[in-house]
């Protein structure tokens, strides 16, 4: 059974074609072939698969804006460490050249799926829909600042 | 946020997939957001507070809140 509905493939390449501006590109990392194992904590991957489902059906609902890189971490481990991927699976949201600082970690379901459509969206358009005060506030970070946010699907 | 400062990275954990981040950063609500590895706070914050608990969590000095509105007040006035 396909993990997204062709009702919703339907909506969201609707959306996307006239909400979308510039460029996305997205990176899975992932450890394909793992979702069926049982392994100890930290070495399966149980969500890989249905996250690539789902990192292909955004690429697949506006294929000339969003590109679609795929990370095996385990058999690239040099890159995973390079772009600090440190558990699967991760998608990460790119603004045209930017590297993904927008993450996802887990399979993101539920109330998380919105957010990420979302993210997809405002990298897309460059927009962070912030005030000019919360710009220059930021702009105090001098150095690498990591948010953490912990979110459930319901 | 992460569009708005080339030096934030932001990560979205779903809390229930990963458990030992979970329980690492002693995860009890959500949202739960931790500011490089050491700072935290729970619960979706104004913009506003949550730019000033971003910055007060990497170590940069911020300014006082603003001034709370006045509400009513239970003095009584001759």
Do not use: W
């Amino acid at each position: 059974m396909a993990l997204i509905p062709e009702s919703v493939r339907q909506q969201l390449e609707d959306r996307f074609h006239t909400v979308l501006s510039g460029p996305v590109r997205l990176t899975l990392y992932t450890r394909p072939g793992s979702s069926r194992l049982i392994l100890p904590a930290g070495l399966g991957c149980p969500t890989c698969e249905d996250a690539r489902q789902m990192a292909e059906l955004l690429r697949d609902a506006a294929p000339e804006k969003i590109t679609l890189d795929v990370v095996d971490v385990s058999r690239d481990a040099a890159r995973a460490e390079i772009d600090e991927i440190t558990d699967v699976p991760t998608i990460a949201v790119a603004s045209g050249s930017d590297i993904g600082r927008i993450r996802f970690q887990g399979l993101p379901t539920g109330t998380e799926f919105p957010a990420l459509i979302d993210a997809v969206e405002r990298a897309s358009r460059v927009e962070h829909g912030l005030s000019l005060e919360s710009v220059e506030a930021l702009a105090k970070l001098t150095e690498p600042t990591e948010l953490l946010v912990f979110a459930t699907p319901t | 946020m992460a569009l708005a400062s080339p030096q934030i990275k932001a990560v979205c954990v779903e809390a229930n997939e990963f458990p030992h981040y979970s329980n690492q950063f002693r995860v009890r609500g959500v949202p739960h957001t931790v500011i490089n590895r050491k700072a935290s706070f729970v619960g979706a914050l104004p913009e506003h507070d949550f730019v000033a608990a971003v910055l007060e969590g990497a170590g940069i000095a911020v300014e006082e809140p603003h001034e709370a509105p006045s509400g009513p007040s239970t003095e009584i006035s001759a």
